[in-house]
């Protein structure tokens, strides 16, 4: 955690708004228990930095989660990719288990951490109502 702590500190005193077009936003939030659909994971109270670089209708975040009492901890990638009203997300959520030994790049069927998922959305300032489909791909 320490080494995420520290390349996410790097990238933020990075100028990566060079471009036309590129854009960089990043946020820390603090909050008593990290929920996720309704859910409550961990046992304590959890910080969730997220950053993320766009350019034009791509975007691709880091989201974090990782709790003080180290009962909990996630780390989310997922690019963005919009057209007009449709906004398509890949997300690749790793949770690895407190206690053992995680690998971020084992996909082994003993030790993937990983889930993946696809959602697709839709809204329009024309329909007060946004349109999702999400399925699960891969992972637990």
Do not use: C
């Amino acid at each position: 955690m320490r080494r995420f702590l520290l390349i996410f500190f790097i990238v933020l005193t990075t100028d990566l708004m060079a471009g036309e077009g590129n854009r960089l936003t990043w946020q820390v939030d603090v909050l008593s228990r990290h929920y996720w659909r309704g859910n409550v994971f961990g046992n304590g109270p959890a910080i969730e930095p997220q950053i993320a670089f766009g350019h034009k209708n791509f975007t691709f975040n880091v989201w974090a989660s990782y709790t003080f009492d180290e009962s909990y901890s996630e780390i989310d990638l997922y690019p963005v990719l919009s057209f007009g009203n449709f906004e398509f997300t890949l997300f690749d959520y790793y949770n690895p288990i407190p206690g053992e030994e995680n690998r971020f790049f084992d996909f082994s069927d003993d030790g993937n951490r990983h889930s993946g998922e696809i959602v697709v959305d839709f809204a329009s300032s024309n329909f007060p109502v946004t349109l999702m489909w999400a399925t699960f791909l891969y992972g637990d």
